[in-house]
């Protein structure tokens, strides 16, 4: 079964840090990929996604992703952190033999940025 | 614009008692999804709909849950004899429908229901 691996539970970190954060998952076939973030007592939101083309894709408010196939990989990165991006991070992997587009998540990484 | 709304935003429920929870999508999304949020098994996929029929429920944990969705639009998931295991947040999500197989769209979220069984 398809599963998404984030390798850190809980992150904390200082403003102006930078951070990444890993994702891999272990479906060989074709995938798509997103990062979903959850802010404090807000829903989930989508940060970036990627579905094909150019393996380095850019989201909103700072954040980048890179797909590497060759790794099963699609590790979140972000060069210098604020306090605002203190939130739960969830990756999620939609296989394309799935044509339903189930969304798999990861089990979310708690990031804390700290002033 | 509206995205999609879901209500209850809480509910609290004794065990035995059944429950609905709604989910109304965002216009024009005919597709629409239902997760639920739990501390033990994070976020698990419960039951997609494709306009008004569901051809995709394997994630519903026991036969206590069903869904439907009417209209192509408004969603209600149903716990029947509801279990202090199904306390959780449980999220609706809606996006287009994929155009191409194997190539998902973006799915939005609902803000969700927090549900707990005492």
């Known amino acids: 079964a398809q599963s998404v691996s984030q390798h850190n539970h809980h992150v904390i970190l200082s403003e102006a840090a930078s951070l990444e954060l890993g994702c891999n998952y272990s479906?060989?076939?074709?995938?798509?990929l997103f990062w979903y973030v959850q802010y404090p007592g807000q829903h989930l939101q989508l940060l970036l996604k990627y579905f094909s083309g150019d393996p380095l894709v850019k989201g909103i408010k700072g954040f980048e992703a890179e797909f590497i196939k060759s790794k099963f990989s699609f590790n979140l990165r972000k060069p210098s952190v604020q306090w605002s991006d203190t939130a739960e991070y969830f990756c999620?992997?939609?296989?394309?033999?799935?044509?339903?587009?189930?969304?798999?998540f990861g089990a979310g990484t708690q990031v804390v940025v700290t002033p | 614009g509206a995205g999609v709304s879901q209500s209850p935003s809480n509910k609290v429920t004794e065990k035995g008692k059944d429950v609905e929870l709604r989910c109304d999508p965002i216009?024009?999304?005919?597709?629409l999804y239902w997760y639920r949020q739990s501390l033990g098994q994070g976020l698990e996929f419960l039951i997609y709909f494709q306009g008004n029929s569901a051809p995709d429920k394997s994630g519903l944990p026991s036969d206590r849950f069903s869904a439907e969705r009417t209209g192509g639009s408004v969603s209600t998931l149903t716990i029947q004899r509801t279990q202090q295991e199904d306390s959780a947040v449980y999220l609706c999500?809606?996006?287009?429908?994929?155009?191409?197989?194997?190539?998902?769209?973006?799915?939005?979220f609902g803000p969700g229901t927090r549900l707990l069984v005492l």
């Open positions: 216009s024009g999304h005919t597709a």
């Open positions: 999500a809606s996006s287009f429908l994929s155009t191409n197989l194997g190539q998902g769209e973006t799915q939005y």
């Open positions: 479906y060989g076939g074709t995938v798509n």
């Open positions: 999620a992997v939609i296989e394309t033999t799935d044509s339903w587009g189930k969304l798999q």
